[in-house]
């Protein structure tokens, strides 16, 4: 695990009758940027295509503003951990054979906690349009059974959970730092202040998706609007469950503006 720099032990020296609290060298000498855990910043950045999506438990911050957080929020993440893997999974999997699965689409070849929420990134390398859209509506189907699977199943156990789960999807490419074990790009910004924006629960950038051509019930289903995005010098046109938006109040359908 490599040494707590918060739980460093001094010693008591005699320097020149003098008695002084230090602490190792050796340990002090190894705190550096490995800390990070990253690897060898040396490596070389690899650019991949992708899909970044970023889910966020609305409403967490407060929920572990209550007395204690050390008794409960641990365990709520876990159990949130666990469903939303296994949400991710379920929705990936198309039929069910003896030797495996065929899928809608590609796995995420990267997860990270970011804590109050989720970042996952797929690889559109092997992903044509139709898998790419598949993958959206995965993402838009996991939103929705946050509320109507998931929040039943625990909202005996704990006491003011984030009753919304949100997310932001943004396609482009991120780019490696040190040996694939962090990535950093525009997308996955875009995706982060896509999930907080007012009043949605799923989102997604219409950068590189084509969805009027690749849903035949298209104008059922989404809703594309234009908004300001923190952050960015230019209106950004996103596409939202048309369900979602029209169940917004009026104060949030307020930054949505038609074409």
Aim: charged content about 25%.
């Amino acid at each position: 695990m490599g040494i707590d720099f918060g739980e460093m032990k001094s010693v008591i020296v005699d320097i020149n009758g003098q008695k002084k609290k230090i602490f190792k060298k050796n340990i002090i000498d190894e705190f550096n940027s490995d800390a990070l855990k990253i690897g060898s910043f040396q490596a070389d950045s690899e650019t991949i295509r992708c899909i970044s999506a970023v889910f966020d438990l609305e409403g967490f911050t407060l929920f572990c503003s209550q007395t204690e957080p050390e008794l409960y929020a641990g365990r709520f993440l876990k159990d949130f951990f666990d469903w939303l893997f296994n949400s991710i999974k379920v929705e990936t999997i198309s039929e069910t054979f003896n030797d495996g699965y065929e899928l809608f689409h590609a796995l995420p070849f990267y997860s990270k906690f970011l804590g109050d929420g989720v970042l996952f990134i797929w690889d559109t390398v092997e992903m044509d349009d139709i898998t790419q859209h598949n993958l959206l509506v995965s993402l838009s189907n996991i939103c929705d059974n946050y509320a109507s699977n998931f929040y039943p199943t625990v909202k005996d156990k704990y006491i003011g959970i984030p009753k919304k789960l949100r997310c932001g999807v943004a396609k482009g490419s991120v780019y490696s730092i040190g040996e694939r074990n962090d990535f950093i790009g525009p997308c996955i910004n875009l995706a982060s202040r896509l999930q907080a924006l007012p009043g949605i629960t799923f989102a997604f950038s219409r950068k590189g998706f084509n969805p009027e051509a690749r849903f035949e019930d298209y104008s059922n289903i989404w809703v594309k609007k234009q908004i300001v995005i923190r952050g960015y010098n230019f209106n950004e046109i996103i596409v939202l469950p048309k369900l979602d938006f029209s169940r917004m109040s009026e104060e949030d359908k307020i930054f949505y503006k038609d074409f």
